[in-house]
């Protein structure tokens, strides 16, 4: 796996973030991938703060996520995100979390549309063109 | 301690709440005093999704808890909620969580104030009577 | 859709629930997959917390989840649980959440293993063959 | 306030920490309090995870956050702890949360005490002599 080219973001797992097996409790996953994409978007110069600023949000339609090995309390996590896929009306990520080691412990993809205030769909091409421009730039 | 005259909300504690400790994890009494004081307003007949209706919002001023014995996934706390104190201005209510064998586990109390949309401290007495009225015949 | 034979758990939406596009958190879905689970499990007379106490606890394996419709503070959503799967080793369930109107506003699955304290993989059919029974009675 | 001699701990808001209002929801504090005080025990020499490893853990006996104005997705929060108080058995820190223009916009405190694998109630400064040193030193 080469992640010279992603984009990769840190997480330390909290104490409030296990759960009474000892371990990360698996919803926080989906949370974590939330907090990498959001680091993306800013790295790609595509704030997501700005986009709300334009009345522009971005529902997630759906995720996934498998569990291979188990995070625990203390440990820092690296979340390697790429864009999988962009055509201006639906945006897929892939996430995967990599532990000290290196070794891939989770493995995870979102989507996500893009809608005005009044819940339209948006084509981001036209609604919003240097985001899309953006993201185009750093989709693989 | 009589509860006869004051609110009495359930919450069955989930394993997503609890932490590596093997109990629920502290910051989740917050969520459980939120829990019971929405449905304590529901019960007066002030609903606090009317009250969002209204453009009001009631940010939390303050909060505390005690806590004197943990409490496990699968058991369900009880939560006694009553209001101190309401000026119309400020809001005050503690709460009382009991286990199963009614023992006192925690206690707290969270204090709020009333804003419009433009974050303006509203006085209830005028902002919002019925709901003034509501909340004042269930103040002890 | 015949949900006369699954199992239907209630949650309603709470505050701390939300986020703020107004509407439940995405990440939310997940816990409530595990809510839901806990109670088919108790449904079933397979209690987890019994598990617990052999030793045995049950891995998320993975997760997915498609949201169709946004869901809101105060919503009473019903969430249909059933086993899709298992075999002793692998348990699959598939949830389909409902809104007060019975429309489809998420649908999702979780997948489980069942592990010994020394994290040793077990079939559920050697194990703890009551678990099994329960479950596989309740398998569609 | 002279932050000269604190420690600071910076936490930056997420999405999936934002509530309906648009703000943090105010349980999060509660949270990033424990995130700056594992942060704070372990620039202290104090790591907490070493603690768990010879069977002490640190259950919360109190929380306490007033709220005085709110924060937003994105922000990068500046946590300043101190020990407040520390005799070997109960230990109590306070939190100064500042935006990015030093406002003070929370504060709060925490209570812990120590117990070991039986519950039974220590004091630090018998069954952990070298935690009790590196906690003493850095109490205000």
């Known amino acids: 796996m080469d992640f010279e080219e992603v984009f990769i973001y840190e997480h330390k797992v909290q104490f409030y973030e296990t759960d009474k097996m000892g371990i990360s409790h698996h919803s926080n996953y989906i949370r974590w991938m939330e907090e990498a994409r959001m680091a993306f978007f800013a790295s ?7 986009l709300e600023e334009k009345g522009i949000e971005s ?10 090995a188990p995070s625990r309390f203390g440990e820092v996590l690296r979340i390697a995100v790429k864009t999988d896929y962009f055509n201006g009306v639906r945006l897929r990520f892939s996430y995967s979390f990599l532990d000290a080691q290196d070794k891939l412990i989770a493995a995870g993809m979102t989507e996500h549309c893009f809608v005005n205030s009044a819940g339209t769909v948006l084509n981001m091409k036209k609604a ?3 985001f899309w421009r953006s993201m185009a730039a750093n989709t693989f």
Chains 1, 2, 3, 4 share one sequence.
Request: charge should be negative; include cysteine; proline fraction near 10%.
């Open 44 to 50: 790609c110069g595509a704030d997501y703060g700005q």
């Open 128 to 130: 919003c063109p240097e």
């Open 59 to 68: 529902p997630v339609v759906s995720v996934e996520c498998r569990y291979k």
